[in-house]
């Protein structure tokens, strides 16, 4: 599955474009305080509570045209765009996502980078079988934002909840702009910012249209989520500690902390994703940041997150902590000699 890269793609462009959306944006100077604390979350996460600070927006991606895909039997030359799934370019171009991991030599889809080319192979006669629509599950936007910037652009964020009895992935929002008359002005599909969303959890998501036309209403529901796979070897028992969070400047507030992990195994692709919260609950800012290497068992990492926020206070937020298992490498078993 494409999870994973999927994300990391949209993290990577969606922090840099929001932080230059939001600079744009109407400015709010509150003085630099720090922010109180609470811990109310699980061992993965930890929910703070915020006094009169600001917070920081989501890192946006830039909407970007992609290729009109042509009929033609010889083989296209794709470049890797933000926000862009496996999956998505294979429906796209009426191929099969396998087909093309078998084309590039893709062994590893969380090494695709934004700007890499890679070979659509030429459909089939026959084109490929119609997927099967998941399952729906109980996954829903629970509270959204909007922000027209200065430079016109526009920046939503939220976040969704799981209501469903397992923990579910590949969850994807769809965010429509309409105008008064209920057409569509601008949309896109979205991954959450979360790769796995454990049972009763939440995941933020945002995403920056790029100087959209009039609208009067946004709308924002999940399209998209499956039962998390065994085989993706979740690592349980990261957890955040040592967590604080305080507005650094008339723009900037700023969550530090550290990573620890408290089982046996090692944690790889480790990644911390921040949510902030207005007065009223909703999400007025949130980032994901991978963690610069991996991390043995009993030891820690620290962090450090600016976010931009696109209003004023930051009423509370939440950190959370998510990485894989490293894979074992079985040692051999020193050959014996009969006596």
Known sequence: ?????????????????????????????PAPTPVGSRNTASATAVRRTATDAPTWTPEPVTPTATPTPTATPTPIVYSIQAGDTLLAIAARYNVSASDIQEANGITDPTRLQIGQ????????????????????MPVHVVTFSQNRTAANDVIVMGELAND??????????????????????????????????????????????????????????VVRAVPSAPERAVHHDLRVTEVSGRAANDRTFVVLGKVRNDGTVTATEIYVVATLYGKDGTV?????????????????????????????????????????????????EASQTPG
Do not use: H
């Open 1 to 29: 599955m494409t999870r994973g890269w999927q994300r990391t793609l949209l993290a990577t462009a969606f922090l840099g474009c929001l932080a230059a959306a939001v600079a744009c944006s109407s400015s709010v100077s």
């Open 284 to 332: 007025i800012g949130v980032r994901r940041e991978p963690m610069s290497k991996d991390l043995e068992p009993d030891q820690y990492l620290p962090f450090q997150m600016s976010l931009v926020p696109i209003a004023w206070p930051v009423e509370n937020y939440t950190v959370f902590v998510e990485g894989r298992q490293a894979a074992v490498t079985a040692t051999p």
């Open 117 to 136: 080319q890679i070979v659509i192979p030429a459909p089939s006669s026959g084109g490929i079988p119609n997927t099967p629509t998941p399952t729906p």
């Open 164 to 221: 469903s009895d397992r923990p579910v992935e590949e969850v994807t929002v769809l965010i429509e702009l309409r105008d008064q008359s209920g057409g569509i002005v601008a949309s896109t599909e979205t991954a959450a910012l979360r790769d796995v969303v454990e049972q009763g959890g939440r995941a933020p998501f945002g995403f920056v249209f790029t100087a959209p036309g009039a609208y009067k209403e946004v709308n924002c529901r």
